[in-house]
């Protein structure tokens, strides 16, 4: 189907809409056509879909992007089966938190409210652009688009300079990944000339790479997404992205952009599975933040802060998953993750909504009366996330376990650590905000209410996803080939050698079963402990200490990283600058006044002096000339 | 009579004219080196003109030549009329031909 | 050595001997005398090289009008050897050195170029040839060179009121 442009092509239009009337249009109408575009390209995608089903998958080749000689960058998509899945769960989830920002932003003048739709709509038009470019130059359009969304985003109350920061942090920490990643994409470039997948992604061309090349281009393609997705050690920035809208995080922060690395490592999985080293060192990474950010989500207050950190976390299993070659089940993972952790967003944004701008679930609690949709939706989101069976995370997360088992069992337990923390913190969080009694003033008690319809729905739609989207991927013990996504997704990853381990059934029930039984008892704990939580003075000790304060990591990348360069840059500027660059400048300044006055004195406004200069002159340049054998030459051609 | 001679004899009566103009002050004297620049010109030229109608072999190739150098005697008479009324005048304001006095340029 | 040669070698040293002359003499009277010596050595090679008519419009023009107009101005303003005034030496010896180089270089050009041509070398032709006679120059001039020739005329015009406004007294 050739209607393959007109999935970016909508909202693009959007956002020049919402973008160049935010001051004619009514808030409205701003709402309609944001939301109205989203709905156009979700409908094109499930069109696509199916055409990609019946067997439409293809390179879709517009126009040349770039064409200097022999050197040519079209301008295409990438139409098949891994692109669907993204287009769906791009513009699916984010028709979902269009339509549930149209609510939730609804007390912002409507000039910021179109900025916020023009900006969320050329969000998911650079996603797009990421997902479907035929080549890792589209892609890095994209990338870099997302990038520039997530900034503006963050920072969409400008007139707050802790925001403004943090959106300045994303950026650069953001930047430094992509440095990594163009160098990956130069590195390619200069070894196959083509940037393109269907022509890079061949035998002959992979051939074309030697080993440390591969592994050189794919840890630094790794560079990029651990820019992009938040991974060790470049993870810090997502905590602070919360500064945000709540629903920007939703779609930004958890379900979509920062999904972008696995995306572009499941894409150039061929690259990968030639980079044994590489992949070990993704497994590594991703399990390590995985078990490292749930640590800190244990002992987080903020309830956005949990959900970023469980999203860096949820981020790191999908890590794991592409560095044990599990690439179906990380883009599963993908999937599952982007309906429950955007629901668990939803649910926050609605439960703050409802606190008018509360954070701290230290004075929430006892909301389940007050905001029943929520408070289901949230729960279920819960049981997603911490992986209880049949919820959709229990298939996704065990699919990557299972896989993480059969490559290192070390990998298993720590990533079974990671779940359990993860039952807790959510449990944690669920049960300090909806169970107990209301902790926060009198003022918001009677301010309490359900959010309107048009956040519920979404949320009731991303409940009911979440719940049965695990159905997609029924690992082969309950049903063989029941695992429709893998099925979808084979011709994608067909190109792979088969996994040269794989579990016995028996050694798959019993993991499936520890660690069901595990997530269950960790659960209950933490219900049973935060139930009816109290708030307490008492100040934490101990390693719940370097929990609270994130084991320190930014204050570490402050004292290593940030202030070293801030010194340096203030010794460049103080000494280098003003002694050295601006010595050179003026000295030069001075050396040409001085020699003028020197030069001057030559001007003796004596004729004869003048004219015994040009005499010299003449002179030297017929030394000059007559050298070059010009004059000769010229002579020679007046007399030939 | 070989060209180069008259070459020789052309750059040589330049060369005087331009020591002339270097070494003396008397404005009058530096006219005439000038002059004599002119006259080494013409000299050259119909030396050129007569090469000319040798090595073409053309009864009048060559003759251009000549008539630059009479118009260049035209533009002579015409420079020397003005320049002398300017030396006069020159010297009616300063009584002196001395053409370092004339350093005003610098100013 | 025909009589045409050794001509032009007597010729030679007569321009080159008065026209340092020029130079040398203290008496600004004496130079022009030496220039309008010069003019008739040159007007001599004109003879030698056929060029009729310049040789006596040189005489004519140059020596007889022109340095009559010198010689005018010198006696008018009486000027002789008392009242010359001298350049420093220093002034005068770097004239004459770069002057000096300058013929230096000069020469040697034509002495390359002399050495590449040698056995052959382009000849002026002497005492023969039609084109510098009265007639066809003549032709020429009021033909193909009419324009100009008629522009000279606005030309000494303007020399003309140009002079006489200068020298006009305020």
């Known amino acids: 189907m050739n209607l393959a442009y007109l999935v970016p092509l909508f909202p693009l239009v959007g956002f020049l809409i919402n973008g160049l009337f935010r001051k004619q249009l009514s808030k409205q109408a701003v709402s309609v056509v944001g939301c109205g575009v989203l709905l156009a390209s979700f409908i094109l995608s499930l069109v696509l879909f199916f055409d990609i089903k019946a067997g439409g998958a293809g390179v879709r080749t517009y126009f040349d992007f770039i064409n200097v000689a022999d050197f040519k960058i079209p301008f295409a998509f990438q139409v098949d089966q891994l692109t669907a899945v993204f287009l769906l769960i791009i513009t699916g989830v984010g028709s979902l938190i269009h339509i549930y920002s149209s609510a939730y932003m609804q007390e912002e003048t409507p000039q910021h409210f179109a900025r916020y739709f023009a900006y969320l709509n050329l969000f998911v ?134 999904t972008a690395g696995i995306y572009m490592i499941a894409r150039s999985h061929l690259l990968y599975s030639l980079a044994p080293f590489t992949n070990e060192i993704i497994a590594i990474i991703g399990v390590a933040t995985a078990v490292f950010a749930a640590s800190i989500a244990l002992r987080q207050n903020d309830i956005k802060k949990v959900l970023a950190y469980s999203t860096v976390s949820q981020l790191g299993y999908m890590f794991l998953g592409l560095g044990v070659g599990a690439y179906g089940g990380a883009v599963f993972h993908v999937m599952t993750h982007a309906f429950f952790k955007a629901l668990l967003f939803l649910g926050a944004g609605s439960v703050i909504h409802a606190m ?79 169970l107990g009694k209301f902790r926060g003033t009198q003022e918001q008690a009677h301010h309490l209410h359900e959010s309107p319809k048009a956040m519920t729905i979404p949320l009731s739609i991303l409940a009911v996803l979440a719940v049965i989207a695990g159905f997609l991927g029924i690992p082969a013990i309950f049903a063989p080939h029941a695992h429709l996504l893998e099925n979808f997704l084979s011709p994608v990853f067909s190109d792979l050698p088969a996994a040269s381990e794989t579990l016995s059934h ?49 204050e570490i990348y402050d004292g290593l990283i940030v202030n070293p360069v801030m010194k340096f840059s203030n010794f460049l500027k103080n000494v280098i600058d003003k002694t050295f660059i601006d010595g050179i400048v003026n000295g030069v300044g001075r050396f040409v006044q001085y020699s003028s006055r020197q030069i001057r004195l030559v001007q003796s406004g004596q004729v004869g002096g003048y004219i015994l200069m040009m005499v010299l002159s003449l002179v030297v340049l017929f030394v000059i000339f007559w050298n070059q054998a010009y004059i000769l030459t010229f002579i020679h051609w007046i007399f030939k | 009579m070989p060209i180069q001679y008259y070459i020789a004899l052309a750059v040589t009566l330049f060369s005087i004219g331009v020591v002339g103009v270097l070494i003396r002050r008397n404005a009058i004297i530096v006219f005439m080196c000038i002059e004599l620049m ?37 533009v002579a008479a015409a420079e020397v009329s003005v320049g002398l009324a300017i030396i006069v005048m020159m010297y009616r304001n300063t009584h002196s031909v001395d053409i370092d006095f004339l350093n005003r340029l610098k100013n | 050595m025909g009589i045409a040669a050794i001509l032009f070698w007597i010729l030679s040293a007569l321009t080159i001997f008065s026209a340092i002359m020029i130079l040398v003499s203290k008496n600004p009277v004496h130079s022009v005398l030496w220039l309008i010596a010069t003019f008739f050595a040159i007007s001599g090679h004109y003879i030698l090289l056929n060029a009729q008519f310049l040789a006596i419009v040189n005489i004519i023009v140059y020596a007889g009008a022109i340095m009559v107009l010198f010689l005018f101005v010198i006696m008018l303003m009486n000027l002789d050897a008392r009242t010359e005034t001298r350049k420093n030496l220093w002034m005068k010896l770097a004239g004459v050195i770069s002057g000096g180089m300058l013929l230096w270089i000069l020469i040697s050009v034509v002495r390359t170029y002399a050495e590449q041509t040698k056995g052959h070398p382009d000849m002026a032709v002497l005492n023969t040839g039609t084109i510098g006679l009265i007639k066809p120059l003549g032709k020429v001039l009021f033909t193909q060179y009419a324009l100009p020739f008629e522009l000279c005329s606005i030309l000494f015009l303007s020399a003309m009121v140009g002079a006489v406004v200068i020298g006009k007294k305020n």
């Open chain 1, 125 to 258: 038009f650079s996603m797009l652009l990421l997902v479907m470019g035929a080549n890792f130059l589209i892609m890095f359009i994209g990338w870099e688009g997302v990038g520039l969304c997530s900034y503006l985003l963050i920072g969409y109350w400008f007139k707050n300079d802790t925001f403004n920061y943090a959106a300045r942090k994303a950026f650069v920490m953001n930047r430094i990944g992509d440095l990594g990643f163009l160098i990956a994409l130069f590195w390619i470039l200069s070894k196959t000339g083509t940037l393109s997948y269907h022509e890079l992604f061949t035998p002959d061309m992979l051939a074309k790479f030697s080993r440390a090349d591969v592994t050189a281009i794919t840890l630094l393609l790794f560079v990029g997404a651990t820019g992009k997705s938040a991974q060790i050690p470049l993870y810090t920035w997502l905590p602070d992205a919360m500064a945000g809208p709540t629903p920007v995080s939703a779609l930004i922060h958890a379900a979509t952009m920062v």
């Open chain 1, 356 to 434: 008018g701008g509360q954070q701290d679930s230290r004075f929430m609690g006892g909301l389940k009366k007050f905001m029943p949709v929520t408070h289901i939706t949230f729960l279920l989101a819960c049981l997603a996330i911490a992986g209880v069976p049949p919820f959709s995370g229990f298939f996704s997360k065990d699919e990557i376990l299972a896989a993480a088992y059969a490559s290192s069992p070390v990998l298993y337990y720590l990533g079974v650590l990671g779940a359990l923390f993860t039952a807790f913190y959510m449990f944690r969080i669920y049960a300090m905000t909806f």
């Open chain 1, 506 to 554: 028996q050694t798959e029930w019993m993991l499936m079963l520890v660690t069901t039984v595990l997530v269950i008892a960790t659960i209950i704990w933490a219900w049973k402990k935060y139930a009816d939580y109290q708030k307490s003075e008492q100040q934490e000790t101990g390693l719940s200490k370097v929990l609270a304060n994130k084991w320190y990591v930014d």
């Open chain 2, 38 to 74: 002119l006259n080494a010109a013409n000299l050259l030229l119909v030396a050129f003109s007569k090469t000319h109608t040798a090595t073409t072999g053309l009864p009048l190739a060559g003759i251009d030549g000549q008539i630059f150098v009479f118009f260049i005697m035209v």
